[in-house]
Structure formats: C-alpha cells, structure tokens
C-alpha cells in the first residue's frame, strides 16, 4: 500500500493566482479548514510546495 499524506488548508484561496487556485482544486480543497488524503508521491509534493503558504502538512 502506498503512503498516504494528510494536508489541510489552512487560508483561503481568494484573491490568489489563477495557478494557485487551480493547484488548490487539483489537491481537492472546497473549503478552509477542509482536510484531504492524498498518495505521498513527488507529484503531490510539488503541489503542495507551489501552495505551501496556504496549506498545512498533517503527518
């Protein structure tokens, strides 16, 4: 079984770049507070690096 990565948004994506917004959707996020479950991969990873002042890593 892969390894699975918790990551919470932790500031709302108003007002921030299209790319951003769009990265935010492609993780899952809806809503502030929302936690999802992702595969812990690279792909992932860099995702959550291009928005990491907006999300919180949960391990």
């Known amino acids: ?5 918790r990551i919470k948004l932790v500031k ?9 917004r769009l990265t935010l959707r492609a993780l899952g996020f809806v809503r502030v507070n ?6 812990d991969n690279k792909q992932i990873r860099g995702m959550i690096d ?3 002042h907006l999300v919180q890593v949960i391990e």
């Open 1 to 5: 079984m892969e390894k699975q990565i």
């Open 12 to 20: 709302s994506f108003i007002g921030r770049p299209k790319d951003q």
């Open 34 to 39: 929302q936690v999802v479950t992702k595969p």
């Open 50 to 52: 291009k928005v990491s």
